[in-house]
């Protein structure tokens, strides 16, 4: 009894982590399901819409590398906290209706308070569990993707409610983010290695001491699976509801079927463990492959309501699948005295160029139609699996 005490005693930086990347991952996808609402209220198309989500998405990728360079020398959970507040000051600022501009500069802000979390947590569950990174990562995805499945389902409740509007659902998400940073932080700083211990060089963070990471081929080729991989991932999720709409279903079974692209996000758990037993890359090429297969079926399949659902879940089970274990297998190839401001490079750049499919997407949605903008994520996705199976090949 007492020794599964110290084992769930000891998942407390897990727990505190997924948390906060929950709340981090429900802001985000919260505006996806919003965007006919947003549309309808401040009389905007698709265009600004998808404009303002990649400026959202633009500052979060900025703050991939300083986050984690930060985190080196002064810790992850004191840029973990920080980040959790102002993600929750900028929920409840938007918990008030406000002209169009100042919602896009709300969303920027949470892009900032978000931004930081990723890149910090990996770096920290992995110093935390170095034995079962795959696992952890695992954990942290699958909780934090729920945040996918409950933002549209709250967004649906609030816009059928008499009572209350989706600024309620930010009025909620601000007040519990700011409880989470006050629980988390005590736990994730007694855990933590002192940053001492992993940068001592004491000579600042030039971009230039992380740059050389690119110089190895392995490396420099897995951030370019991730890029493709990121870009075809975010344009998805951005706009899959109104995708759905156009291909035929109601905004309710939409919104729906949005909700379970991210349910099926619990195959996290099965691929990082997967990866931790038969190694990344093959586990990589398949949740990949299987990703591209889904997305080419949904954007050309022509399929009924079913076939729809299928494909979404399809894509869910690869785009899902391939998250923790991009993550431990970066990790892996980073030194550990720039593990934490590698990482954030290689998240600057992959998030930077996923940042952009917002837009994309809604602009050839807006100037051409659905099925042109999806298929030019089906491009990138079949890049990415194409990739991954030449490094696995290479690899072996």
């Known amino acids: 009894m007492s020794s599964r005490l110290a084992r769930l005693r000891s ?71 920080a980040g959790a507040v102002v993600a929750a000051g900028a929920a409840l600022a938007l918990a008030v209706d406000v002209p169009f501009l ?17 890149t910090v947590a990996v770096g920290l569950l992995s110093a935390v569990y170095p034995d079962r990174t795959g ?51 005590p736990r994730m700083r007694a855990r933590e290695p002192a940053p001492a211990d992993r940068d001592d060089d004491g000579d600042g963070v030039p971009l230039a001491r992380y740059a050389t990471l690119f110089r190895d081929p392995a490396f420099a080729g897995f951030v370019a699976v991730t890029v493709c991989a990121a870009f075809a991932y975010n344009g998805v999720v951005a706009f899959l509801p109104r995708f759905l709409e156009y291909a035929g279903l109601t905004p309710a079974t939409a919104s729906a079927v949005y909700g379970g692209l991210f349910v099926v996000s619990l195959v996290q758990t099965v691929t990082g463990d997967l990866a931790d037993r038969v190694g990344p890359l ?19 399949g022509g399929f009924g309501t079913v076939g729809l659902i299928a494909a979404v879940v399809v894509f ?22 720039r593990s934490g ?18 837009a994309t997407v809604g602009v050839l949605s807006t100037y051409a139609d659905f099925t042109v903008a999806f298929g030019a994520l089906c491009v990138a996705l079949v890049g990415a699996a194409g990739g991954a199976a030449v490094l696995l090949a290479a690899d072996g």
Request: glycine share 14%.
């Open 11 to 81: 998942l407390d930086v897990l727990a505190a982590t997924a948390l906060v990347w929950f709340l981090a991952k429900f802001l985000r996808y919260a505006f996806p399901p919003l965007f006919p609402a947003l549309g309808a209220r401040y009389g905007v198309t698709d265009a600004a819409l998808g404009t303002a989500f990649t400026a959202m998405m633009l500052v979060y990728a900025a703050l991939q590398f300083p986050s984690g360079a930060l985190a080196d020398r002064i810790g992850a959970a004191r840029v973990i906290t």
């Open 102 to 118: 100042a919602l896009a500069a709300g969303m920027v802000l949470v892009g900032l308070g978000t931004g930081v979390h990723k």
């Open 135 to 185: 696992r952890a990562l695992g954990v942290l995805d699958t909780v934090g993707a729920f945040g996918g499945v409950a933002a549209p389902a709250a967004v649906a409740v609030l816009l059928a409610s008499a009572r209350f509007d989706w600024h309620a659902l930010f009025a909620v998400a601000g007040v519990v983010g700011l409880a989470l940073a006050a629980l988390a932080y």
């Open 282 to 300: 093959a586990v990589v090429t398949g949740t990949l492959a299987l990703a591209a297969l889904g997305l080419c079926a949904l954007t050309f």
């Open 316 to 337: 869910g089970l690869g785009g899902h699948g391939f998250r923790p274990v991009r993550g431990a297998y970066l990790m892996a190839l980073l030194p550990a005295e």
């Open 341 to 358: 401001g590698g990482l954030g490079v290689v998240r600057t750049v992959l998030m930077g160029a996923g940042a952009l499919a917002p």
